[in-house]
């Protein structure tokens, strides 16, 4: 497909999807974000060892979402609620593999690079860091759908969006903002009103996670999931709708 795809269409495309189908989208992803609270609030009490198995395990968690809720956006024959625990197979595997993958090599590289050229030069390469993401976001909703793996197409095709991808992260940072931004403020921030037990604020933020994380990540993989469609096209091979 050679037409220009807009991610600010196709985000806004996400945002009325998700918001006609919040039930489904809080359901699916309820075992995400209680598993995930679980993680963090173990890994408060039990130090740091903790910590390193929670990153190594929430790529994963996430993924039993991502994926479904990639095909809910794309095949209709995957929408509906399916019971509280998520599946998790080759697909979960995969997608939660390679995340896990990129996000260890860049932090290895990045580190070792700190301690042989100085800070600011690692500073200048982690730029580098959304070249990374456009080049390999493909990947992610073509293992979801089953779909043929093409990294090099990937690829290309990812990094030609990047003018696109800085206005729509542009708008979306300003929303972000003006959303977050007031919370923020009155439980760091303001002498009124502000929290200044610890205890609060967690309970305050995972509330928030809570009630609007589920929304918040839908949105954006259906963000992901109509560029796929819209960029390269879904294989109608039978496969993605198993």
């Given at each position: 497909m ?34 995930t ?57 995969l ?11 860049l ?14 030069v ?5 730029l580098?860091?959304?070249?990374v ?44 903002f003006?959303?977050?931004g ?14 200044t ?42 496969k993605?709708?198993?």
């Open positions: 050679n037409k220009e795809v807009s991610v600010l269409a196709c985000g806004y495309k996400a945002i009325i999807f998700v918001f006609s189908h919040p039930k489904d989208c809080v359901l699916l992803a309820a075992p995400y974000i209680l598993m609270s679980v993680l963090y609030l173990f890994s408060r009490f039990l130090g740091t060892w903790f910590g390193y198995v929670s990153q190594i395990a929430t790529p994963f968690l996430y993924a039993t979402f991502a994926v479904s809720w990639h095909r809910y956006s794309l095949l209709p024959s995957s929408r509906g609620y399916r019971g509280f625990w998520p599946e998790f197979g080759k697909r979960e595997f997608f939660g593999s390679l995340s896990l993958g990129i996000t260890v090599t932090r290895v590289f990045f580190e070792s690079l700190s301690q042989v050229i100085g800070a600011v690692v500073i200048l390469l982690g580098s860091v959304p070249v993401a456009l080049a390999t976001f493909l990947l992610f909703p073509a293992i979801a759908l089953d779909q043929p793996i093409k990294p090099i197409e990937f690829m290309k095709k990812g990094l030609t969006m990047y003018k696109s991808f800085i206005k729509a992260l542009l708008v979306f940072a300003v929303v972000a003006l959303v977050r007031p919370l923020e403020y009155m439980v760091f921030d303001d002498p009124e009103y502000g929290f037990d610890q205890s609060k604020k967690d309970i305050l933020f995972l509330l928030y996670d809570v009630l609007l994380g589920p929304l918040l990540l839908a949105v954006t993989v259906s963000t992901i999931s109509f560029l796929y469609k819209d960029v390269i096209g879904l294989e109608s091979d039978g993605a709708e198993n």
